[in-house]
């Protein structure tokens, strides 16, 4: 890449060995706090959408309601 990039290389592999010694490791990791600060606001986003259909996902359900 360009080298000016914010994630160390050195400091990712650490991250990644420690995950792969832990006991109980993420399904789901995102290094670094670009690629952290994306993913947020993509998450965010849809749990905003989640949430305003909530009603609609749940109306699916046997003997429930109709929207």
Known sequence: ????????P???GDAILA???S???PSFLVLGS???NAFAAVANAQRTELDQWRDVSLSTDSG???P
């Not at 890449?1 to 160390?8: A, E, R, V, Y």
């Open 1 to 8: 890449m360009h080298g000016t990039q914010p994630g160390d």
């Open 34 to 36: 670009d690629a952290f």
């Open 19 to 21: 995950v792969a010694e």
């Open 23 to 25: 006991p109980n490791p």
């Open 64 to 66: 429930g309601e109709r």
């Open 10 to 12: 050195a400091k990712a």
